[in-house]
């Protein structure tokens, strides 16, 4: 049976001749056989909010979406929108992590602030604030610009002992982002990378 021509596009086509159909909730990819196109289903979307600015990160968790617009942090959950507080920076790219309480630490690359769900606070930290991750029920985060990586608190993303850190060790370098994945911490440096676990240690839970 000969396949009718469908559209194959997801927005206005650039090229005159090409098909004025779009496709909508659905994308297309290449296919093999006789099938040359391959049209797949996909959630639909719709605008519930607005927010003019440069969007620097958004993450989802269960207790609701959280992401920063310029110097806003913002909270949507359960269909409404709440600015929580704004940070002392405007650009730049921002990470999250919630812990086990859901209380919820924002790093903008150069601080970190908390939100305890009443309000936005900016905890003392051993130095500057790269990236964060959490594991284990520890906040972990990255220190701008060298190889040392600290962890907070157990269950308390507001305490961060100046002793608490490690640094990598196979090929050591300034870590640039750290990332939890399959239980195992993940340093990514300039030029290498290393993959550590939680081993219970009662001095410093991580471990190469």
Same mark, same amino acid.
């Given at each position: 049976?000969?396949?009718?021509?469908?559209?194959?596009?997801?927005?206005?086509?650039?090229?005159?001749?090409?098909?004025?159909?779009?496709?909508?909730?659905?994308?297309?990819?290449?296919?093999?056989?006789? &099938?040359?196109?391959?049209?797949?289903?996909? !959630? /639909?979307? *719709?605008?519930?909010?607005?927010?003019? =600015?440069?969007?620097?990160?958004?993450?989802?968790?269960?207790?609701?979406?959280?992401?920063?617009?310029?110097?806003?942090?913002?909270?949507?959950?359960?269909?409404?929108?709440?600015?929580?507080?704004?940070?002392?920076?405007?650009?730049?790219?921002?990470?999250?992590?919630?812990?086990?309480?859901?209380?919820?630490?924002?790093?903008?690359?150069?601080?970190?602030?908390?939100?305890?769900? &009443?309000?936005?606070?900016?905890?003392?930290? !051993? /130095?500057? *604030?790269?990236?964060?991750?959490?594991? =284990?029920?520890?906040?972990?985060?990255?220190?701008?610009?060298?190889?040392?990586?600290?962890?907070?608190?157990?269950?308390?993303?507001?305490?961060?002992?100046?002793?608490?850190?490690?640094?990598?060790?196979?090929?050591?370098?300034?870590?640039?982002?750290?990332?939890?994945?399959?239980?195992?911490?993940?340093?990514?440096?300039?030029?290498?990378?290393?993959?550590?676990?939680?081993?219970?240690?009662?001095?410093?839970?991580?471990?190469?």
């Amino acid at each position: 049976m000969p396949e009718f021509p469908f559209a194959a596009q997801e927005g206005a086509a650039g090229v005159p001749q090409n098909s004025r159909e779009t496709l909508i909730n659905m994308f297309a990819e290449s296919g093999s056989g006789k &099938a040359q196109i391959i049209r797949r289903q996909r !959630p /639909g979307v *719709v605008r519930v909010q607005t927010i003019p =600015g440069a969007k620097r990160g958004i993450i989802r968790f269960t207790h609701g979406h959280y992401f920063v617009v310029r110097e806003k942090l913002y909270r949507y959950a359960d269909g409404a929108l709440t600015m929580l507080g704004a940070l002392d920076t405007s650009t730049g790219q921002c990470t999250f992590i919630t812990d086990d309480n859901s209380k919820v630490a924002v790093s903008d690359g150069v601080k970190l602030y908390h939100w305890d769900g &009443a309000a936005l606070t900016e905890p003392v930290t !051993p /130095g500057e *604030v790269g990236t964060l991750a959490f594991q =284990g029920g520890f906040g972990i985060y990255s220190e701008t610009g060298t190889g040392r990586l600290y962890v907070s608190g157990l269950n308390d993303l507001t305490t961060w002992d100046a002793l608490d850190f490690a640094t990598a060790e196979g090929n050591p370098d300034a870590t640039v982002r750290v990332l939890v994945d399959h239980n195992e911490l993940w340093f990514f440096g300039e030029r290498s990378t290393e993959v550590w676990r939680n081993s219970g240690n009662a001095d410093f839970p991580f471990q190469p």
